[in-house]
């Protein structure tokens, strides 16, 4: 019996060859001829050069007019490419509502596939969804009807917003949409020719009430970004993890503001470059929320660049302006409140909302100053000297917990209101530093156990003292050589001496990637018995895992495995079991720690990880002693599985 190892191989990306552009976000934007983009609710396929948006385009009436298209090649020069699907298409939808409009291109049949949203023009009890195909990605469209999916039981499935993702090394695709009154998120594989579902896969949040999806994949991550059910209203988005379509998926986690900085989303691209992959939030402000009568085609687009801090984390910041290279693939936010970091006088550490995370109630500590946007901070709303202080990568205030006046009260983020524990003076001391009084308690922004108190000690209120810990250095984020910046200890006033003269030597520390090895010999397992069976005992081939990133964040080795198969039977995943291990290489900024003993499966476990720390990196090497447990009446013969190893 065998037991092989299959390790993925990543593939390069292609290049798009166009000029970095600018574009405003919160506005409508232009087309070529000068007309606003009629592209609600859409989604974007990249096919040759162009990228192609298609979306909602309706009548003054509300309802479905045309799906329109546009093509551009630097994702600001958008060329009107027509209405691709009409009222005209078919009797079913001369009177209608279809609702985000996306497409596929289907290699094997060489067909573009558009999945919509199909409701009846006088109610909105249909909840359908919908199907037209053409031979060019522009069109024109044929209608091939609307329906509602089945589960493997036969049981149809309401399906309301939604959009697609395609597995392009796998040859598959998929279709997400909202079911049970939008109760439930449901996830379909489709058929090969992607013109119908095949079976429903996953309804991994049943009856969280999440709509408009958007499904991409980074790395070796999917994200799932949704947002609540509000009608027009925006809501706090929300997005979840996993490794694969079929789960486990994590818990929804918040990202962004309370609003999606007053926006809904409707799609994620990928923009693949030269240099990387970049990740456009693509989003919604309904003019729904404003406009009377409610005209669709009022409406705004919010487009921001999407950050990951880790490989399974993602924040979604506000700026005005994004820059976008599609030949690079780089993307980067600017404008607005200038940005700051708020440092300890004595530790010399930032003022950070731990972990990265959005959600509501997360604390504030000081942590090493990395320039993370979870430790730079924007001061708005000035009213009498008291700012409201917004995190950049959440878009969420520095808050007192539960409006609290108690010394030791908890600083958080917090959705930003108007409550006066959210609004916060800074008082300039004689040194030049500053202590920030919160307005409702008239109490000083402190470090819970002092000055002195290590990194991720939590930030507080105190009766202001004159205490070390109650002073905070606030400089300019932007420019890291700014003289107020705290980590330049060089004071610019201070003169040369006579007959000196100073030359400044620079170099740089370049970042590299995180990496595994192994050979792809396999693990050969020794033999038993029939109606003996027992325990069929090895060892892994070691992996070696190189760590140079030089950055912040651990990483997690982990393995699945399939059943052991043979000619008249299989052996269940379920019965491997392992032992890890796993060394450090000296001088490594990081210590790896072995996973759990314990069963495999087909759900998989942990061979290794290394933690998340203020410097981490190194070179490990993790196996693992595996053992199979065959029943003792298993059929005679050879099998095989395969365990497939995840780094990230």
Same mark, same amino acid.
């Given at each position: 019996?065998?037991?092989?190892?299959?390790?993925?191989?990543?593939?390069?990306?292609?290049?798009?060859?166009?000029? !970095?552009?600018?574009?405003?976000?919160?506005?409508?934007?232009?087309?070529?001829?000068?007309?606003?983009?009629?592209?609600?609710?859409?989604?974007?396929?990249? *096919?040759?050069?162009?990228?192609?948006?298609?979306?909602?385009?309706?009548?003054?009436?509300?309802?479905?007019?045309?799906?329109?298209?546009?093509?551009?090649?630097?994702?600001?020069?958008?060329?009107?490419?027509?209405?691709?699907?009409?009222?005209?298409?078919?009797?079913?939808?001369?009177?209608?509502?279809?609702?985000? &409009?996306?497409?596929?291109?289907?290699?094997?049949?060489?067909?573009?596939?558009?999945?919509?949203?199909?409701?009846?023009?006088?109610?909105?009890?249909?909840?359908?969804?919908?199907?037209?195909?053409?031979?060019?990605?522009?069109?024109?469209?044929?209608?091939?009807?609307?329906?509602?999916?089945?589960?493997?039981?036969?049981?149809?499935?309401?399906?309301?917003?939604?959009?697609?993702?395609?597995?392009?090394?796998?040859?598959?695709? +998929?279709?997400?949409?909202?079911?049970?009154?939008?109760? /439930?998120?449901?996830?379909?594989?489709?058929?090969?020719?992607?013109?119908?579902? %095949?079976?429903?896969?996953?309804?991994?949040?049943?009856?969280?009430?999440?709509?408009? &999806?958007?499904?991409?994949?980074?790395?070796?991550?999917?994200?799932?970004?949704?947002?609540?059910?509000?009608?027009?209203?925006?809501?706090?988005?929300?997005?979840?993890?996993?490794?694969?379509?079929?789960?486990?998926?994590?818990?929804?986690?918040?990202? #962004?503001?309370?609003?999606?900085?007053?926006?809904?989303?409707?799609?994620?691209?990928?923009?693949? #470059?030269?240099?990387?992959?970049?990740?456009?939030?693509?989003?919604?402000?309904?003019? #729904?929320?404003?406009? /009377?009568?409610?005209?669709?085609?009022?409406?705004? +687009? =919010?487009?921001?660049?999407?950050?990951?801090?880790?490989?399974?984390?993602?924040?979604?910041?506000?700026?005005?302006? =994004?820059?976008?290279?599609?030949?690079?693939?780089?993307?980067?936010?600017?404008?607005? /409140?200038?940005?700051?970091?708020?440092?300890?006088?004595?530790?010399?550490?930032?003022?950070?909302?731990?972990?990265?995370?959005?959600?509501?109630?997360? &604390?504030? @500590?000081?942590?090493?100053?990395?320039?993370?946007?979870?430790?730079?901070?924007?001061?708005?709303?000035?009213?009498?000297? +008291?700012?409201?202080?917004?995190?950049?990568?959440?878009?969420?205030?520095?808050?007192?917990?539960?409006?609290?006046?108690?010394?030791?009260?908890? =600083?958080?983020?917090? /959705?930003?209101?108007?409550?006066?524990?959210?609004?916060?003076?800074?008082?300039?001391?004689?040194?030049? +530093?500053?202590?920030?009084?919160?307005?409702?308690?008239?109490?000083?922004?402190?470090?819970?156990?002092?000055?002195? *108190?290590?990194?991720?000690?939590?930030?507080?209120?105190?009766?202001?003292?004159?205490?070390?810990?109650? $002073?905070?250095?606030?400089? $300019?984020?932007?420019?890291?050589?700014? !003289?107020?910046?705290?980590?330049?200890?060089?004071?610019?006033?201070? !003169?040369?001496?006579?007959? @000196?003269?100073?030359?400044?030597?620079?170099?740089?520390?370049?970042?590299?990637?995180?990496?595994?090895?192994?050979?792809?010999?396999?693990?050969?397992?020794?033999?038993?018995?029939?109606?003996?069976?027992?325990?069929?005992?090895?060892?892994?081939?070691?992996?070696?895992?190189?760590?140079?990133?030089?950055?912040?964040?651990?990483?997690?080795?982990?393995?699945?495995?399939?059943?052991?198969?043979?000619?008249?039977?299989?052996?269940?995943?379920?019965?491997?079991?392992?032992?890890?291990?796993?060394?450090?290489?000296?001088?490594?900024?990081?210590?790896?720690?072995?996973?759990?003993?314990?069963?495999?499966? %087909?759900?998989?476990?942990?061979? $290794?990880?290394?933690?998340?720390?203020?410097?981490?990196?190194?070179?490990?090497?993790?196996?693992?002693?595996?053992?199979?447990?065959?029943?003792?009446?298993?059929?005679?013969?050879?099998?095989?599985?395969?365990?497939?190893?995840?780094?990230?």
């Amino acid at each position: 019996m065998g037991l092989s190892l299959l390790l993925p191989v990543l593939g390069g990306a292609p290049a798009a060859l166009a000029a !970095p552009v600018t574009a405003e976000s919160g506005t409508q934007f232009p087309d070529a001829t000068g007309q606003g983009v009629q592209a609600h609710g859409g989604g974007v396929l990249k *096919a040759g050069d162009y990228y192609y948006w298609f979306g909602e385009d309706r009548g003054e009436d509300n309802k479905f007019r045309y799906v329109s298209a546009y093509r551009s090649k630097d994702l600001k020069s958008w060329e009107p490419r027509g209405h691709v699907l009409t009222q005209e298409a078919d009797p079913e939808i001369r009177s209608a509502v279809i609702e985000r &409009p996306k497409v596929l291109y289907n290699e094997k049949t060489g067909q573009f596939v558009m999945w919509m949203h199909k409701e009846a023009d006088d109610s909105y009890a249909e909840a359908r969804a919908a199907v037209a195909v053409s031979s060019t990605v522009d069109g024109p469209y044929e209608w091939k009807g609307s329906f509602r999916p089945k589960d493997a039981s036969g049981t149809e499935h309401m399906s309301r917003d939604i959009t697609v993702y395609e597995d392009k090394a796998a040859g598959k695709a +998929y279709m997400i949409s909202a079911a049970n009154h939008n109760a /439930d998120l449901h996830i379909y594989e489709l058929t090969d020719d992607y013109t119908q579902v %095949k079976g429903l896969v996953a309804n991994p949040w049943p009856g969280q009430h999440r709509e408009s &999806p958007a499904l991409f994949k980074r790395g070796e991550v999917y994200f799932m970004l949704t947002s609540g059910t509000s009608y027009w209203d925006p809501n706090q988005q929300k997005y979840a993890t996993a490794t694969s379509l079929a789960g486990p998926w994590s818990a929804m986690k918040d990202v #962004g503001n309370h609003d999606g900085h007053h926006s809904q989303t409707a799609f994620v691209l990928p923009v693949e #470059g030269t240099e990387t992959t970049s990740f456009l939030y693509m989003g919604d402000r309904w003019a #729904g929320v404003w406009s /009377d009568p409610k005209r669709v085609n009022d409406s705004k +687009y =919010v487009w921001l660049p999407l950050e990951f801090p880790t490989a399974t984390t993602m924040t979604l910041p506000w700026y005005p302006q =994004v820059a976008i290279d599609t030949e690079t693939g780089r993307m980067s936010g600017s404008g607005g /409140d200038p940005l700051h970091t708020i440092t300890g006088k004595q530790s010399g550490a930032c003022a950070t909302v731990a972990g990265s995370l959005s959600d509501n109630q997360v &604390p504030v @500590t000081q942590e090493k100053c990395t320039g993370g946007l979870n430790s730079r901070w924007r001061f708005t709303d000035n009213n009498n000297g +008291y700012v409201r202080v917004l995190a950049q990568h959440s878009g969420k205030c520095l808050d007192v917990a539960d409006r609290s006046t108690a010394d030791g009260a908890e =600083v958080r983020q917090y /959705d930003c209101g108007w409550g006066d524990n959210q609004r916060w003076r800074f008082e300039t001391l004689s040194d030049g +530093y500053v202590r920030i009084v919160a307005q409702h308690s008239s109490k000083c922004l402190d470090v819970q156990g002092g000055s002195d *108190a290590a990194a991720g000690a939590r930030i507080v209120q105190s009766q202001c003292d004159g205490s070390a810990g109650q $002073a905070w250095k606030v400089a $300019a984020a932007a420019d890291p050589t700014d !003289p107020t910046d705290p980590t330049d200890p060089t004071d610019p006033t201070d !003169p040369p001496a006579p007959g @000196t003269a100073d030359q400044r030597l620079t170099t740089s520390v370049s970042a590299g990637v995180l990496t595994m090895s192994t050979t792809a010999e396999p693990v050969r397992l020794p033999p038993v018995d029939f109606g003996a069976g027992g325990t069929s005992a090895g060892r892994l081939n070691t992996v070696a895992v190189k760590d140079f990133r030089g950055g912040k964040s651990g990483w997690s080795l982990t393995g699945r495995v399939t059943d052991f198969t043979g000619p008249r039977g299989k052996i269940d995943a379920g019965r491997l079991t392992w032992t890890p291990t796993c060394t450090t290489k000296p001088d490594s900024p990081s210590s790896c720690t072995a996973g759990s003993p314990g069963a495999v499966g %087909k759900d998989g476990a942990t061979l $290794a990880h290394a933690p998340d720390g203020d410097l981490t990196g190194g070179e490990f090497t993790a196996d693992a002693a595996v053992s199979l447990d065959i029943p003792k009446y298993t059929p005679v013969g050879d099998y095989a599985g395969t365990l497939t190893l995840t780094l990230l």
